[in-house]
């Protein structure tokens, strides 16, 4: 899946699309009807001409074109926006998070919540690229049959721990507080403004040399800075090394599971994706950022229901 915030849809980069939009939206794309199609000129024979003579009258009358008929194209929904939340790069893969018509407000609270991204980010030792990826220009090759799982371990024990540090330096929170008690039971304890990126959490999934597998759960990051990451790890022992794929297997909320394969990219597939991630959209967005009441998403659905109390779609 190729691939790649409140009401938002989530595509992953491959294959699949998770639509996360308000009721409001679904309603509106249900009901839009598409223009009436295009017409053209056209001489309509109406039978023998008051001359006689055996001709016959053609009169110039409008016919629609039917290559525009509904039946034909089927219905266009020209005015629905689409917003993107965080980018994928296009050697990246994985959930791509989408914003549908006013699900585009909710973008932005996502964004706010600076919620935790997950990857799985494959590595090669024994080589480096000019670009930190398997498909760049070699610079170098080295030997790495003196690693082990234990000594790649400890370096990644070392990343987290410094990691660890600058997340509590950026989130702004004495320690010693109550508030950061309170935040860190609910697990809030990160930037919630701009900040370098930041590692929460890594470990190694697979290793076997020349090849290893992290998970990597980050903040603020791009997927050019976790190939960095790669080869760093390389050089820390003593070696060199190069990333084979980023896969984001977690954006905040929306998980590779949300995803629809690329043959239920339709309406009714996307509305029952919008219903099944909406709960879970509305309760992170209450968690992190504490204004339900204001929310894009509370007010778009008190707008539907009073649309639908008044008989109005």
Same mark, same amino acid.
């Given at each position: 899946? !190729?691939g790649?915030?409140g009401s938002s849809?989530?595509?992953?980069r491959?294959?699949?699309?998770?639509?996360?939009v308000?009721r409001a939206?679904?309603? @509106?794309?249900?009901?839009?009807?598409?223009d009436?199609?295009?017409?053209? @000129?056209?001489?309509?024979?109406?039978?023998?001409?008051p001359?006689?003579g055996?001709? %016959?009258e053609?009169?110039?009358?409008?016919?629609?074109v039917?290559?525009?008929h509904?039946?034909?194209?089927?219905?266009r929904?020209? !005015?629905?926006?689409?917003?993107?939340?965080?980018?994928?790069?296009?050697?990246?893969s +994985?959930?791509?998070?989408?914003g549908?018509g006013h +699900?585009n407000k909710?973008?932005?609270?996502?964004? /706010?919540?600076?919620?935790t =991204?997950?990857?799985?980010?494959g590595? %090669?030792?024994?080589k480096?690229?000019?670009?930190?990826?398997?498909?760049? =220009?070699?610079?170098?090759k080295?030997?790495?049959?003196?690693?082990?799982? @234990?000594k790649l371990e400890?370096?990644?024990?070392?990343?987290?721990?410094t /990691?660890?540090?600058?997340?509590?330096?950026y989130? /702004?929170?004495?320690?010693?507080?109550?508030?950061a008690?309170?935040l860190?039971?609910?697990g809030?304890?990160?930037?919630?403004?701009?900040s370098?990126?930041?590692i929460?959490?890594?470990?190694?999934l697979?290793?076997?040399?020349?090849e290893f597998?992290?998970e990597?759960h980050? %903040?603020?990051e791009?997927?050019q800075?976790?190939r =960095?990451?790669?080869? @760093?790890?390389?050089?820390?022992? =003593?070696?060199?090394a190069?990333?084979?794929?980023?896969?984001?297997t977690r954006? +905040?909320?929306?998980?590779l599971?949300?995803a629809l394969p690329?043959?239920?990219?339709?309406?009714?597939?996307?509305?029952?994706a919008?219903?099944?991630?909406?709960?879970?959209?509305e309760t992170e967005?209450?968690?992190? %950022?504490?204004h339900?009441? /204001?929310?894009?998403?509370?007010?778009?659905?008190?707008q539907?229901?009073?649309?639908?109390?008044? +008989?109005h779609p």
């Amino acid at each position: 899946m !190729r691939g790649g915030p409140g009401s938002s849809p989530c595509t992953s980069r491959g294959g699949g699309l998770v639509a996360r939009v308000p009721r409001a939206v679904e309603t @509106e794309a249900e009901t839009r009807r598409p223009d009436p199609p295009r017409g053209r @000129e056209s001489l309509t024979d109406t039978g023998p001409a008051p001359s006689g003579g055996g001709a %016959l009258e053609l009169v110039p009358t409008r016919v629609p074109v039917l290559a525009d008929h509904p039946l034909v194209q089927g219905p266009r929904f020209r !005015r629905l926006k689409i917003g993107a939340g965080h980018r994928l790069d296009v050697k990246a893969s +994985g959930v791509f998070v989408l914003g549908i018509g006013h +699900g585009n407000k909710l973008l932005t609270d996502l964004y /706010n919540c600076h919620l935790t =991204k997950v990857y799985t980010v494959g590595g %090669l030792f024994g080589k480096a690229t000019d670009d930190f990826s398997d498909t760049g =220009k070699l610079i170098e090759k080295t030997t790495f049959d003196h690693i082990t799982r @234990e000594k790649l371990e400890r370096i990644l024990a070392v990343i987290q721990g410094t /990691n660890h540090k600058a997340l509590l330096m950026y989130s /702004n929170i004495d320690m010693k507080t109550q508030e950061a008690y309170e935040l860190a039971v609910k697990g809030l304890i990160r930037p919630m403004d701009k900040s370098p990126p930041i590692i929460t959490a890594i470990r190694c999934l697979q290793f076997a040399l020349p090849e290893f597998q992290l998970e990597i759960h980050c %903040l603020h990051e791009t997927q050019q800075y976790l190939r =960095k990451v790669v080869h @760093e790890i390389g050089l820390e022992l =003593k070696s060199s090394a190069v990333c084979t794929h980023v896969r984001r297997t977690r954006d +905040g909320v929306f998980t590779l599971d949300d995803a629809l394969p690329r043959t239920q990219w339709d309406l009714r597939s996307i509305q029952d994706a919008i219903r099944n991630c909406q709960l879970k959209v509305e309760t992170e967005i209450e968690k992190t %950022l504490g204004h339900r009441d /204001n929310s894009p998403v509370h007010q778009l659905d008190v707008q539907t229901a009073e649309s639908a109390e008044g +008989g109005h779609p």
